[in-house]
């Protein structure tokens, strides 16, 4: 009898009273189903194990070994190779997020601009957004090309005797690719920033003429501090985006010259699937994961000092 | 009163517009004059044993164009200050602008926003264009010291030649399905699971919901480990069923449809129940068509995603019979080992062929994606 009672207030509780209630509990788990399948193997029980994997020496093919916190413990104290892996992807987040937000912004003012056909330009600046990566780094590559790109060639042009050798040299490897990322990504932002641009109300403008504002104070008293809110958006977008960077690494330098381009997320994939340490990648895989989390919140902490909400 | 006309050209915009074109005429003075006298070095070459034609053809487009520029910036800044002294003459001599010199004004205004948006446009597309004439050189007129900007002679072959080279049909094939079947994949499961999340009532729906986009938050270096052990126990690798069933299920898909059921008011599904709608009727016939904008968007969007991604494929499909379109483009590059400079016009010409369709779907479809983007943004 308690035993009855219990089961049926649990499915009270959980289900509804009513058995329409319950019926209409049952359809909507239904209904969810599909979804939450795929949720609970790609997600919940990936993390899970990857969490575990951390704590394992694995190759992959043989019997795994645990090894507690000797993964984590190596990668603070004894891998040069993953502090570098670090400070480059440090470099890539420093060296992308402003400028590319700034870059961003400034073709969104150009396309926000009331003249017939301005969709057109938009269109045209978000190309890149929809081209593949490896395509974008192959385009990069051969632009960048120290004997026969077009960069290099129009430097010369320009009177320079000496050129950088862009890719293969371990000083202008990051900027070229922080460069090629900024170039891809722009059209992307720029649509966010071109949205919050035209939320910003005409009258505004109207009254500040009136009062006698120019341009730039237009610009730096109304458009800046109302678009701060998109601007906290496109930088915490952009540094999670950062701090992912392989693809075009992986193309334009192999991470090279002398592991100049090689980011964490390289360093990840050259430990699982070229040393198949399963154990080791997966510990640097949450090592990443703390940190883009702990500079996201850093971010929101930080965002009420300089963003400005109506 | 000198303040206040200045004031004034501030307000109008004209002064900064012209500012912005003086400083840009100033740039293609100096590339000018810089290009004239690397020419005028170059020409003292010809003591070297170089003829002048050679001279010029090392040059190539720049040593012809540069005098031009020197030309376009002198004539550019005359204009420039010209407008200058217009301004300050106009400004001066009338106090009020007759309705004829605003309207010249706006339309001379309207002149320079096309032409800066037209220059910044034509320079973020050049490296698109730099590669499709590059898949159209020959090898020779590719590795002329001074790069040619349109091709001399166009070499179609180069795409031909790429498909000897490595099976692109095929890419393109598996790749097509690999996202058609994705596409189809997530449309369903989202469909069902925003319908679930948005009109469905049970208990614990938010926290459910909470967790499943924080999925979102783990970046797929996390799982990938995981999931490719999955995939292999399966035996799913070299697979279309390993190219597509993890990719499956989307956070993003599902939270992007969610707010747009929530938007569809609750009254026009009980119109539809009172019709005799089921669920699956109510969600075919009510929610879909009024979403129309929202799913075609998303659907788009995980299209273009779908097509250009390549750490996955790059793991699961290590032979060409499941190779998608981005992994076999980089099999393209392998295939020139030691000798890609000389051949990359064929690399680039495959490069095309991955970006095309990809491209012309976007053209036919951007204004879905256009504002689906700035929506999303939004919330």
């Known amino acids: ?310 | 009163m000198k303040g206040s006309l200045l004031l004034k050209m501030r307000q109008a915009g004209w002064f900064d517009l012209l500012v912005f074109f003086l400083a840009f005429s100033l740039i293609l003075v100096a590339l000018g004059i810089t290009g004239y006298i690397q020419y005028n070095i170059q020409m003292n070459n010809m003591d070297e044993g170089l003829t002048k034609y050679e001279i010029k053809e090392a040059l190539g487009f720049f040593a012809l164009s540069r005098e031009n520029f020197l030309t376009i910036g002198l004539i550019a800044v005359a204009v420039t200050l010209l407008g200058f002294a217009l301004l300050a003459i106009s400004r001066a001599t009338e106090r009020q602008v007759s309705q004829q010199a605003k309207e010249n004004m706006h339309h001379m205004r309207v002149v320079l926003q096309y032409v800066v948006a037209g220059m910044i446009t034509l320079i973020m597309l050049f490296p698109i264009y730099w590669m499709v004439i590059s898949s159209l050189k020959t090898s020779t007129e590719l590795l002329l010291p001074v790069p040619t900007l349109w091709p001399r002679l166009f070499q179609w072959a180069n795409f031909p030649n790429v498909l000897k080279r490595a099976p692109f049909i095929r890419y393109l094939f598996n790749t097509l399905v690999t996202t058609f079947f994705i596409m189809v994949g997530q449309i369903i499961i989202g469909v069902l699971a925003a319908y679930g999340f948005s009109k469905g009532s049970f208990k614990g729906k938010n926290v459910l919901f909470l967790l499943v986009l924080g999925a979102l938050m783990i970046p797929i270096q996390v799982t990938f480990v995981p999931i490719y052990v999955m995939v292999s126990r399966l035996g799913w690798v070299n697979s279309f069923p390993g190219l597509i069933v993890p990719n499956l299920v989307s956070a993003y898909f599902i939270f992007m449809l969610r707010q747009s059921f929530m938007s569809v008011d609750d009254s026009y599904l009980d119109a539809g129940r009172v019709d005799g709608l089921n669920r699956i009727g109510l969600i075919v016939h009510v929610l879909i068509p009024m979403c129309a904008p929202t799913m075609i968007t998303i659907s788009i969007i995980t299209f273009i995603t779908g097509w250009n991604s390549y750490f996955w494929p790059k793991m699961v499909a290590t032979k060409d019979e499941f190779r998608t379109i981005a992994v076999g483009v980089t099999r393209l590059r392998q295939t020139f080992a030691g000798m890609e400079t000389a051949n990359y016009n064929e690399i680039m010409a495959g490069a095309v062929m991955a970006i095309i369709p990809i491209v012309i779907l976007f053209l036919i479809l951007q204004k879905y994606i256009m504002a689906g983007m700035s929506k999303a943004s939004m919330k």
């Open chain 1, 1 to 310: 009898m308690i035993v009855t009672n219990f089961f049926q207030g649990l499915r009270n509780s959980l289900f509804g009273k009513t058995p329409t209630q319950r019926r209409e509990t049952r359809t909507a788990w239904l209904f969810l189903a599909p979804n939450l399948l795929g949720f609970m193997l790609f997600t919940v029980f990936a993390v899970g194990m990857a969490f575990w994997l951390s704590f394992q020496e694995w190759d992959l093919f043989n019997q795994s070994n645990p090894v507690g916190l000797a993964n984590y413990i190596r990668l603070f104290t004894g891998d040069p190779d993953f502090m570098r892996a670090l400070y480059n992807t440090v470099y890539f987040v420093i060296g992308v997020v402003p400028v590319g937000a700034v870059l961003s912004l400034i073709l969104a003012l150009l396309v926000n601009q009331k003249i017939k056909g301005v969709s057109l330009f938009r269109t045209a600046l978000y190309v890149p957004v929809v081209t593949p990566t490896i395509a974008v780094g192959l385009i990069w590559v051969w632009l960048y090309n120290s004997d026969f790109g077009l960069i290099n060639s129009f430097l010369s042009q320009l009177g320079f005797s000496q050129t950088p050798n862009w890719l293969t040299s371990s000083t202008w490897s990051k900027p070229a690719i922080v460069l090629t990322n900024i170039w891809q990504n722009a059209g992307y932002y720029m649509v966010i920033y071109l949205a919050a641009l035209q939320n910003i109300p005409d009258q505004l403008y109207e009254a500040a003429k009136i009062d006698g504002a120019t341009r730039w104070q237009q610009f730096s008293r109304i458009t800046l501090p109302l678009l701060s809110p998109t601007t906290f958006l496109v930088f915490v977008m952009k540094t999670m985006g950062a701090f992912k960077i392989f693809e075009a690494a992986y193309i334009m330098t192999e991470g090279g010259p002398g592991g100049s381009t090689e980011t964490i997320v390289y360093y990840i994939y050259k430990n699982g699937f070229e040393w198949f340490r399963m154990g080791y990648a997966a510990a640097i895989a949450w090592v990443l994961f703390a940190i883009i989390f702990l500079c996201t919140l850093f971010q929101f902490k930080i965002q009420k000092t300089w963003v400005y909400y109506e």
